[in-house]
């Protein structure tokens, strides 16, 4: 029995379109007693909505197959926050959903929260980011909840979460305080606590090198960097991230 942990997008689909053959190779993973679970950077969306998606692409999914960066970020904060508290958020509104759905405690107010969680948001603006920085010389601890610089969609990519850390990171001149979308190692244990297996039996199956690649390297998976979405062979060649297998699409996993 092997684990497959499937980034979405760029790898299962593009925006609205389905990779061709997608679907064919999770039936045939799972026919014959693979466990399969997606795990998705990606904060603007609810796991639910995920999976309502993938079902509809003829990809059976139940939500709790589905694993993405708001759910990590609210399961690190349960485990971290002391009582009192508080969590300020920029970000839309599947993760304020998913953090509060976990009991966390968020703030209206943005003078000196404990935490604040930033998030992809397509409203960002000036304002919101002298509030994250004010908050983190103030002594905030800054959490992102993925570290994509951009998003890609079936006509083209779109600015994401990474380029909001890179203005902070910017203006702050250190590092923000965590990632816990891949790569981080944070992800990785969910997804394959998730499968119940252990990590040299799972395949971790992505388009980004500095993500998907490097978390499953780091994280003693088996990578393997398909081609349908960010990343292309010329770069997987010079990319200090070395995936284990290089694939066309999605459809070939099934062959390795």
């Given at each position: 029995m092997r684990?497959?942990v499937?980034d979405?997008?760029?790898?299962?689909?593009?925006?609205?379109?389905m990779?061709?053959?997608a679907a064919?190779?999770?039936?045939?993973?799972r026919e014959?007693?693979d466990?399969?679970?997606?795990?998705?950077?990606?904060?603007?969306?609810?796991?639910q909505?995920?999976?309502?998606k993938?079902?509809?692409?003829g990809?059976p999914t139940s939500?709790e197959?589905?694993l993405?960066s708001?759910?990590i970020?609210a399961r690190?904060?349960q485990?971290r926050?002391?009582?009192?508290e508080r969590v300020?958020?920029?970000g839309e509104?599947?993760?304020?959903d998913e953090?509060?759905?976990?009991?966390?405690?968020?703030?209206?107010?943005?003078?000196n929260?404990?935490?604040?969680?930033?998030?992809w948001?397509r409203?960002f603006t000036?304002?919101?980011?002298?509030?994250v920085?004010?908050?983190a010389?103030?002594?905030s601890?800054?959490i992102?909840?993925?570290?994509?610089a951009?998003c890609?969609?079936?006509?083209?990519q779109i600015p994401?979460t990474g380029?909001?850390?890179a203005?902070?990171e910017?203006?702050t001149?250190?590092s923000?305080?965590?990632?816990?979308?891949?790569?981080s190692?944070?992800a990785?244990?969910?997804a394959v606590?998730h499968l119940g297996?252990?990590?040299?039996d799972?395949f971790m199956i992505?388009?980004?090198l500095e993500?998907?690649?490097?978390?499953?390297?780091d994280?003693?998976?088996?990578s393997v960097l398909v081609?349908?979405?960010?990343a292309?062979?010329e770069m997987?060649?010079?990319?200090?991230y070395?995936?284990?297998?290089?694939?066309?699409?999605?459809?070939?996993?099934?062959?390795?």
């Open positions: 684990g497959y499937f979405l997008d760029g790898t299962i689909y593009l925006g609205d379109r990779i061709e053959g064919e190779a999770i039936r045939i993973l014959r007693g466990r399969v679970v997606f795990l998705s950077n990606k904060p603007i969306a609810t796991r909505s995920y999976a309502e993938l079902t509809k692409m990809i939500v197959d589905v993405n708001s759910l970020v690190y904060l485990k926050m002391a009582p009192g300020y958020v920029i509104q599947p993760i304020h953090l509060q759905s976990h009991g966390i405690a968020l703030t209206g107010d943005s003078v929260p404990d935490y604040v969680v930033l998030s948001d409203q000036y304002d919101k980011l002298n509030i920085y004010q908050a010389v103030s002594g601890k800054i992102a909840s993925n570290p994509d951009t890609p969609l079936d006509h083209g994401d380029t909001f850390i203005a902070l910017a203006a001149g250190r923000i305080d965590l990632v816990v979308g891949k790569p190692l944070i990785a244990e969910a606590e297996l252990q990590y040299a799972c992505g388009d980004r993500t998907d690649i490097r978390m499953g390297n994280a003693g998976m088996q081609l349908t979405g960010v292309t062979a997987a060649a010079s990319s200090e070395k995936p284990a297998h290089v694939i066309p699409s999605i459809k070939e996993i099934v062959r390795l």
